[in-house]
């Protein structure tokens, strides 16, 4: 068992890019000697994580905790640096890591956007013929802090995607935004780096429709960052706008706050 409390990660500019009051995982050793850097599950609560390009265009936090120490990378779920070019790539299989009470702040235009994760859970792989590891992440329920057009901010009550390191599309994602009691589905896309976000959206009720709105204005404005159109999402799961927000189980994470949630 790893653990790390009161956590910052700085990037070469000077900047936090991370920052986590507690982090914990258990790493399964007998499987290191395979070769396979495998976490069957793991806790990072009160966290900030803040997304920024360094000046080759990559992101900054993937830089920062290259350089991290043996003991960090292993409280976040990272297997050790590989030693030589020609080493083994290592293979992966991470998680569920439970994400609680996380504000994440994306900082790639003028206004960054800011999203608030009450929880949710994430999974990393790799596997032995993949060039970079794929990142999962399911049962998101949080709330869009900034931009926000409206006075308190907008749910997000289900979201779920995969970010892939290597490979096309860049970023999936499909989530459940309410105003209200009005949904709004959207699906997007990133097909690669460099390329505008391609952005579906549904909708059920006046509040949702005004958000498709507000999408279909926005592409127009910003034709070469993003490209929308209306169409059905469908995204199973999850709590829907009418329903109360998850409360998080005692026994997942314990009185203390700390504990492990279970495999």
Known sequence: RIAADDLDVVDKQGRTVLRAKLART??????????????????????EVR???DPRGKISIANALQTAPPSVRGSLALPPEVESPTSDKWEMDVGPIAIRDALLTIGFTN???????????????????????????DRIEGA??????????????HAKGLVRLAGKPLVELAARACVGNSELRIHALVPRKHTAVRITGDSAGLGGALGRMGLKIAGKKKVDKLVYQQGPVKLEGGPGCKDPTTEDS???????????PPN
């Open 26 to 47: 258990t790493v399964e050793l007998e499987a290191m000697k395979r070769g396979k850097f495998l976490v069957p599950k793991g806790l990072v609560k009160g966290a």
């Open 51 to 53: 997304l920024y390009r």
């Open 111 to 137: 206004k960054p956007v800011k999203v608030k994760i009450d929880r949710g859970i994430v999974r990393v792989r790799q596997g032995p013929k993949d060039e970079k590891p794929r990142i999962y992440f």
């Open 144 to 157: 869009l802090v900034e931009p926000s057009p409206l006075p308190r901010p907008i749910r997000i009550a």
């Open 250 to 260: 005692p026994d997942a994470e314990g009185a203390d706050g700390d504990r492990l």
